[in-house]
């Protein structure tokens, strides 16, 4: 997946925007601004499905955005990197009570701990899941517990790196006579490079948009 570009040319989010304060104040009066990133090229004939992810930013001394990598036996998205979450129930009230069910399934984040600022636009994948993108506030005494059969692990980045586009990667491929873009953010952590792509490099896009707005 050859990099095509970089945009370091772009100016990262202020340190003083990531505060948890400002980012109430910023979801209470959110600013007019337009999503960059809302669909992905279509892959799959499967039928449309909602679904919601949980955008958690545990807050520790500095900012941390909860990740998490999938097992590699699931049957979408296997090994990749992803926020918590997953397909809408039923019973699910809204998107945002996807999200935290999902989380608590996941990860075991009990919603005692969360706080949610709001949601970010639709995001379709080339899968043809309709995703609801929950940003939230974690508070950093949370216990987590993975669920073994969809979690391989989970790990944190900072916000400050997420939204900096110096580490937003493009990609451009020719698959199957389409044209398919997407951005990557890759993030090492010791010895370990997390690869983040795809949806979830897509939100994390479209987060950045919307603090810059």
Known sequence: MAVVGVDMHLPAVPV??????????????????????EREKSFSARPPAHASVLLPIVLREQPMVLLTERTVHLS??????????????P???????TALREAEEEVGLDARFVQVLGTLPTYVTGSSFIISPVVALVQPECVLR??????????EVPLAFLLDPAHHQRHVLEWQGVRREWF????????KNHFIWGATAGILRNFYRFMRA
Do not use: C, K
């Not at 019973?91 to 009570?97: G, N």
């Not at 993975?146 to 790990?155: H, L, Q």
């Open 16 to 37: 003083t925007a990531q505060t948890p304060e400002a980012l109430r104040q910023r979801f209470a009066t959110p600013p007019i601004w337009l999503p960059e990133v």
């Open 76 to 89: 979408t998205h296997s090994g990749q990197v992803a926020f918590p979450g997953g397909r809408a129930d």
């Open 91 to 97: 019973q699910d009230l809204s998107p945002v009570a």
């Open 146 to 155: 993975p669920n073994p059969y969809e979690v391989a692990e989970i790990f």
């Open 184 to 191: 990557s953010m890759p993030y090492q952590s010791g010895a």
